[in-house]
C-alpha cells in the first residue's frame, strides 16, 4: 500500500546535538511538507518543498533545515539553534498539478530533550 | 492572510448524540475546505473535503456543507461513536494549479464520546 512513513516515532535529543527525522514517501507526490504540532495549537508549517532541490520557509523555519534530494524523501534536521524543539513533527505529501489537493499525513516522531 | 476558527473543546458527547463542530474561516479568492481527523498517538486522516460552494462532503457518517455566504464548513455527524473519539482539524487551502497546496489549519476540536 502507499503511503507516507516517518521514522523514529520517537526521538529524543541532548543539548547541542542536532538530529534528523525521515520522512519517505511512494506515493508519487510531488511537493511534501514538514508541520510543527504543539497542545492547543494545530499544526504550524516549517517548511515545504514543490519539486526536487527546491524547498521554500515556512511560518517557523527558525532552527530547522530541510533537504530534497530525491522524490520520495524530505528530510527535517532539527538544529541546536532551535532552543525548544520539544513537539510532535509531521511529515506529509501532495500533488502540484491538480488544484487544491488534500495532503497526506505520515504518523509522526515524537522529539523530546533528555 | 488566510485563517481557520474552530470552536474550542474539549466536546464531550454521549453515544448517539448529534455532534457540530464549528468551523469558518476567512480566505481570498475561493479556497478549498477539509476536515481531518487525528486518533491519540497517529497522523492526521482527511475526513471530507470540499472544492466549491454549496458541496457537501461526507465520509463515515459525518458532512460538511460549504457554505461561502456564511464563510463556514460546520462539520456535523447524526449519532456519535465512542470511536469517534479524536481530534478534529478544519483547514483551507487556496492554492492554484502547478503549486504546491499549502493548507491553513483550525487549532483542531477534542470530542470525547462517552457510553
Known amino acids: 500500500d502507499g503511503g507516507i512513513t516517518q521514522s523514529p516515532k520517537y526521538l529524543f535529543r541532548k543539548e547541542g546535538q542536532n538530529v534528523t527525522l525521515s520522512c519517505e514517501q511512494n506515493?508519487?507526490?510531488?511537493?511534501m511538507y514538514w508541520y510543527r504540532q504543539d497542545p492547543g495549537q494545530g499544526l504550524r508549517l516549517i517548511y515545504y518543498s514543490q519539486i526536487v532541490n527546491d524547498f521554500q520557509k515556512g511560518d517557523i523555519a527558525e532552527g530547522y533545515s530541510v533537504s530534497r534530494e530525491k522524490k520520495e524523501s524530505f528530510p527535517l534536521t532539527v538544529t541546536s539553534a532551535q532552543k525548544n524543539p520539544t513537539a510532535f513533527y509531521l511529515c506529509a505529501s501532495s500533488f502540484r498539478d491538480r488544484v487544491n489537493q488534500p495532503q497526506h499525513f505520515g504518523d509522526g516522531t515524537r522529539l523530546s530533550i533528555l | 492572510g488566510d485563517s481557520v476558527t474552530q470552536m474550542e473543546g474539549p466536546v464531550t458527547l454521549s453515544e448517539e448524540a448529534f455532534l457540530t463542530i464549528n468551523c469558518t474561516y476567512t480566505a481570498t479568492g475561493y479556497p478549498s475546505l477539509f476536515w481531518y481527523v487525528q486518533y491519540p498517538g497517529e497522523g492526521l486522516q482527511l475526513l471530507l473535503k470540499a472544492t466549491k460552494a454549496d458541496d457537501k462532503g461526507s465520509n463515515k457518517g459525518f458532512e460538511a456543507t460549504y457554505r461561502k455566504e456564511t464563510t463556514s464548513f460546520h462539520l456535523e455527524k447524526g449519532s456519535v461513536q465512542v470511536s469517534d473519539s479524536a481530534v478534529y482539524f478544519c483547514a483551507l487551502s487556496g492554492g492554484h494549479t502547478g503549486t504546491a497546496s499549502k493548507l491553513t489549519f483550525g487549532t483542531g476540536t477534542r470530542l470525547q464520546v462517552t457510553l
Open positions: 506515493l508519487n507526490h510531488d511537493a
